[in-house]
């Protein structure tokens, strides 16, 4: 069971080029979604999915695509790298389904933008 | 913004009791207490959550008060591994769409 798994841990993309970081889970959860993190700041919400086909925007969604075509996968996607996207991308799921509520979160992506 | 406010820093003996407050004075009476931690910039961890009863779990205890304007968080006996960023959140949602402030970070001293 390996919970929440991110790849890549480290990543160094310049100005302009496209990636997507990967989110897989293996809790069969049907909530996921997507924090980014600012050197002394909280985690902040980008988008989320309520189970597969569906998916929603949160506070700071600008830049950013998101699909949700099976449960255990939420890829993020950057469509043209800016420096302002240089932050630490963390993947969370939780389910309903059971009384325990934690959100599980991933390790982390740490992109850096030049 | 978050919905919630905490000191910036604190600092605990090891060995002795950590006490984290936090002030959530808007809080709707449909949106629970979270409280979640950072170690070293990993993904955050889940220690506690509650709606208006106290809880307690073997990692720490939750008070919240009777108007549920307020509440602190337990380490009743932090280790140096207890030294992180803890993060008050209030949300409706099961571990869902949280709003992160800034948190506080407890530093224990050996």
């Known amino acids: 069971n390996a919970g929440v798994t991110q790849t890549p841990k480290f990543q160094v993309l310049k100005t302009g080029q496209s990636m997507t970081l990967q989110c897989a889970q293996d809790m069969n959860h049907e909530y996921m979604s997507w924090y980014r993190q600012d050197p002394g700041m909280g985690l902040r919400l980008i988008h989320y999915?309520?189970?597969?086909?569906?998916?929603d925007q949160g506070e700071v969604p600008n830049g950013y695509n998101v699909s949700r075509s099976t449960t255990e996968d939420f890829p993020l996607r950057l469509l043209s790298a800016a420096p302002s996207q240089t932050s630490v991308y963390f993947c969370a799921s939780t389910t309903e389904a059971s009384l325990n509520t934690e959100a599980f979160f991933g390790q982390g992506t740490r992109l850096t933008v030049v | 913004d978050a919905k919630t406010t905490q000191p910036t820093s604190m600092d605990c003996a090891e060995g002795r009791a950590a006490n984290l407050p936090c002030n959530h004075s808007?809080?709707?009476?449909?949106?629970?207490v979270y409280w979640y931690r950072q170690i070293h910039s990993q993904g955050p961890q889940y220690i506690i959550h509650g709606l208006k009863n106290n809880e307690t779990n073997e990692m720490a205890s939750l008070i919240i008060t009777e108007d549920r304007k307020s509440s602190t968080l337990i380490l009743p006996h932090a280790t140096l591994r207890d030294t992180a960023v803890y993060y008050c959140i209030v949300s409706p949602f099961y571990g869902q769409n949280f709003v992160f402030g800034p948190g506080t970070r407890l530093s224990v001293l050996p």
């Open positions: 999915s309520v189970g597969a086909g569906i998916t």
């Open positions: 808007t809080i709707s009476g449909n949106e629970y």
